[in-house]
């Protein structure tokens, strides 16, 4: 396999298939590095250089306060006008954070978490990887990971370096936990790299949308040239359809005022059209998984039978691609429980697939709930049901229901969504029509973290079923 890929998806680019039928996913990051920039303060050699307002300052071997004040605007207000014009715009962000410097100011990452917008890791220090020991950058990322999950109570999902070694993108494959990787600006759309032993998931970002060109020598001087590239990128990525658009943002950079208004001129642009989905790179992420996971050779289609050893023979991407139904539009368990191989039996992939959901905390949890589809829902009358769900609710008479079970169904579906936010799974395998609709009137008395721990059971009860039925075969 090439070092680099050059070809990409060439003059045929995938159908994007974004939700609703959108024109163009649009994706909106806020870079929180504050506090954790080159300083001396921080053991290193000398101060920041790079990525302020004064463009070619010099590194010095002892404290910059002035550099060090051009970053602490960022913390102090930047990051807190851009916080109030996209909440108040209910638009949904994704944060690049550095740990280091989320650690600093808990505040700024309380209110990330408020707002329900995505904490993706921005590494460990605001540096560059350049020249650092890999072991060192291993290091690293595993501590941006510790804290990211203290600070935020689930492990980052996203990943973005920003300033890469030669050695970043295999060593984020290798730890197997992160759905996307962000760390290249090579398309319009998320593609697998599967240079590392893996089909990693890679969400393109933007150095040209992006306002660290207004502190370039090539950049933008001042708020209306900012925003008329955002502009007319928005309009051709739209015009073309089924593309993806990333703007980067700072709280030292566009935090400041007159850029701030630049910004929300755009952010209002976009509004104002009603075939754009606005996401977080979450999102985005597992949009794609689900609506173009790796493709699968023939010889490991879903219905092929084979032995535990000849699924711990299979490279990373052919495992998931052949494991991957097991968890309804959710392959990412798979692909991280993959890097345990080799498998002792079934019971120990199992396993180890639990324990990935266990560590993926209560957002990887709800994340796997709301990938399930409804039972005897929109889905299964569309027929755009996964093959396994088809069988699955086929075997429980689900397909065959009369019209007032149906609007029963109907009904109880709707309560429970209102309810709980995500849809009623239950494994319909080892129950009938009766009852299934008994035990959604059941399980509506629960408490909320009651259900969340009966419905992920039931997940793993299906998953049970569909790994017997892939592995019976096993010696």
Same mark, same amino acid.
């Given at each position: +396999?090439?070092?680099? &890929? ?33 300083? =001396? ?13 004064? $463009? ?8 910059? +306060? ?20 996209? @909440? ?6 994704? #944060? ?12 700024? #990452?309380?209110?990330? +978490?408020?707002?329900?917008?995505? =904490? ?31 600070? @935020?109570? @689930? ?46 998931? =890679? ?41 993806? +658009? ?16 630049? $910004? ?5 642009? #976009? !509004? ?10 979450? &999102?985005?992420?597992?949009?794609? !998984? ?74 990887? $949890?709800?994340?796997? !709930? ?19 769900? /088809? ?33 009623? =799974?239950?494994? #319909?395998? /080892? ?20 259900? /969340?721990? @009966? ?9 049970? !079923? ?10």
């Amino acid at each position: +396999m090439s070092a680099r &890929d050059l070809i990409g998806y060439g003059p045929t680019p995938p159908d994007a298939r974004w939700p609703g039928g959108a024109r163009i996913a649009v994706q909106f990051v806020i870079n929180y590095e504050e506090g954790a920039e080159n300083s =001396v303060l921080n053991g290193d050699a000398g101060s920041e250089a790079f990525l302020s307002e004064m $463009v070619g300052a010099a590194m010095h071997p002892a404290r910059a +306060m002035a550099m060090e004040s051009l970053y602490e605007y960022g913390s102090r207000a930047g990051f807190w006008r851009l916080h109030r014009l996209f @909440t108040g715009r209910q638009v949904p962000v994704t #944060v690049f954070g550095v740990a280091a410097a989320m650690e600093i100011n808990p505040a700024v #990452v309380e209110a990330m +978490m408020a707002a329900e917008w995505e =904490v993706a890791s921005h590494g460990y220090r605001w540096i560059d990887y350049q020249n650092v020991p890999q072991e060192v950058e291993r290091e690293h990322i595993a501590r941006a990971i510790d804290i990211h999950t203290r600070l @935020t109570g @689930t492990r980052p999902l996203g990943w973005y370096q920003g300033r890469t070694s030669p050695n970043t993108a295999r060593l984020v494959a290798e730890e197997g936990g992160f759905v996307y990787d962000a760390d290249s600006y090579a398309d319009d759309l998320p593609y697998y790299d599967r240079r590392h032993g893996r089909a990693q998931l =890679v969400v393109p970002y933007s150095l040209d949308a992006n306002d660290m060109k207004m502190v370039a020598l090539n950049g933008f001087t001042e708020g209306e040239q900012f925003f008329r590239y955002l502009r007319d990128t928005f309009d051709v990525l739209r015009a073309e359809g089924g593309r993806m +658009m990333s703007i980067g943002l700072h709280g030292r950079i566009a935090g400041r005022p007159a850029r701030a208004a630049a $910004v929300a001129r755009f952010v209002d642009h #976009v !509004l104002a059209h009603d075939d754009v989905w606005i996401a977080r790179r979450i &999102d985005i992420a597992r949009h794609w !998984l689900r609506e173009h996971a790796p493709m699968l050779p023939e010889t490991l289609r879903q219905e092929a039978v084979m032995t535990i050893e000849e699924a711990n023979a299979l490279d990373e991407a052919q495992f998931v691609a052949a494991f991957g139904f097991l968890f309804e539009h959710s392959p990412w368990v798979v692909e991280r429980a993959a890097v345990r191989r080799p498998f002792a039996d079934s019971s120990a992939m199992e396993a180890a697939m639990r324990a990935v959901v266990a560590a993926s905390g209560r957002e990887g $949890v709800l994340s796997i !709930l709301r990938a399930h589809p409804e039972l005897a829902g929109k889905a299964a009358i569309d027929r755009t049901l996964t093959e396994a769900s /088809l069988g699955e609710q086929a075997s429980a008479g689900l397909d065959r229901l009369t019209e007032a079970e149906f609007a029963r169904f109907h009904a109880l579906n709707a309560a429970y969504a209102e309810r709980f936010g995500f849809p009623f =799974v239950i494994c #319909v395998r /080892l129950t009938d029509k009766a009852g299934i609709l008994a035990a959604m009137e059941t399980r509506l008395t629960h408490g909320e973290d009651e259900e /969340l721990v @009966t419905a992920i059971g039931e997940v793993h009860k299906i998953v049970h !079923l569909r790994l017997t039925d892939r592995l019976e075969a096993a010696a």
